[in-house]
């Protein structure tokens, strides 16, 4: 597709790399998405049958919920993504359509500005994958390459509380370091689509309302009787209200327990991190809970970003209308601006439910939650 071999490359790249791109539908990719599902349950499973094998305390049991949150967060991600082709496919559709079929350059600029917002927030995930997969090579993969004892420590501070190095050790850090940076990619993939798509939706709301702008001011401007034509404005707008609304309806229930992983693991690694600090004074515990620590607040961050794009495109359309000159047009077509006027003023968001908006208001109440976790684990 042009749109993304142009715009969001670097994105459509990252897409085919873990065999999220709704359009391949070859077997090599099937067997790739397959491989990549049970690479992640598997490891989940083995740090339970770790559990059941030993005996932990509840700060170990905190550890294993820390890392272990960070898988589920995977594997819930990937499986959902791929059973949202269909979604994903309507949205690409629409984007390629109105990319080729704009012909107006301030149209095209409007998009192609938002777009690079939206290549901005994919580059900055990318840069944090890359950041904890060179950790994780560093830490996990060299000390099981020279075999050093090392390697027990840090499987420690993961949840795999393995007692003696032995072939399963060695097995197990090669098996969490391909699944973490290939998890670590995937989510670069599907909360970068989260901030194509919104990106997408914010410029459709950016040309509605330079549309009805352009459309007040030369009808108010011209010295003949001319009929105002809004039609193309407010097309424009409902169509990213259908959008918005038809992306929320499929994924809210995804949404929603996202959110809810998302705050209880920033909570709980952010416990481990008070307790490195205030009781194990282990270095290589401090720096792990940081970097889980910026991770998801990089991802929060990133979401909520996105939402607030669209609520801020919405916002302008009312009032960039508000602002243009309508009141020096024929009265009888104030009514059609009006009524404009009154079908923007409700904001167009991705609202769950009632529940949660991703915005700068919900990015405050996720972090809210998640402190307020944390101290709950601190009074236990």
Not at 84 to 106: I, Y
């Amino acid at each position: 597709m042009e749109v993304f071999d142009g715009n969001y490359k670097f994105y459509h790249t990252l897409m085919c790399l873990t065999g999220l791109w709704p359009y391949d539908k070859s077997i090599l990719t099937y067997i790739q998405r397959f491989v990549v599902l049970v690479m992640t349950f598997t490891c989940i499973a083995s740090q339970i049958c770790i559990l059941t094998s030993v005996k932990v305390s509840l700060n170990e049991i905190i550890v294993m919920i820390s890392f272990g949150s960070t898988l589920f967060l995977y594997f819930l991600r990937y499986s959902t993504s791929v059973v949202l082709f269909p979604v994903m496919t309507f949205v690409f559709d629409n984007m390629q359509r109105d990319f080729s079929q704009l012909k107006d350059p301030v149209e095209l600029k409007i998009l192609l500005e938002d777009s690079i917002v939206a290549k901005r927030i994919v580059q900055a995930y990318f840069a944090m994958v890359c950041t904890g997969g060179l950790c994780l090579v560093g830490s996990l993969g060299i000390s099981t390459f020279v075999d050093s004892d090392i390697q027990l420590h840090f499987l420690n501070l993961l949840g795999f509380f393995y007692k003696e190095r032995s072939q399963q050790s060695a097995f197990t850090c090669w098996h969490i370091t391909l699944t973490t940076v290939y998890g670590l990619l995937t989510l670069t993939c599907t909360e970068g689509s989260v901030t194509v798509f919104a990106s997408y939706i914010s410029g459709m709301l950016k040309i509605a309302s330079y549309r009805m702008q352009n459309a007040v001011n030369t009808v108010a401007n011209s010295r003949t009787t001319k009929t105002i034509d809004i039609r193309s404005a407010m097309e424009m707008h409902r169509r990213a209200i259908f959008y918005a609304h038809r992306y929320t309806k499929d994924i809210m229930l995804l949404c929603l327990l996202l959110t809810l992983v998302v705050i209880v693991a920033f909570g709980v690694n952010l416990y481990g991190f008070f307790i490195s600090i205030t009781e194990s004074n282990d270095r290589d515990a401090m720096m792990l809970s940081v970097h889980f620590v910026m991770a998801y607040t990089t991802f929060i961050c990133g979401n909520n970003y996105s939402g607030q794009l669209v609520l801020d495109s919405s916002g302008e359309l009312f009032r960039e209308t508000y602002n243009s000159l309508w009141y020096r047009i024929p009265a009888k077509m104030q009514k059609l601006v009006l009524f404009s006027l009154m079908r923007s003023r409700s904001d167009v968001a991705f609202n769950l439910a009632g529940l949660f908006t991703p915005c700068y208001e919900g990015f405050t109440m996720m972090m809210s939650s998640s402190f307020s976790y944390f101290t709950l684990l601190c009074s236990v």
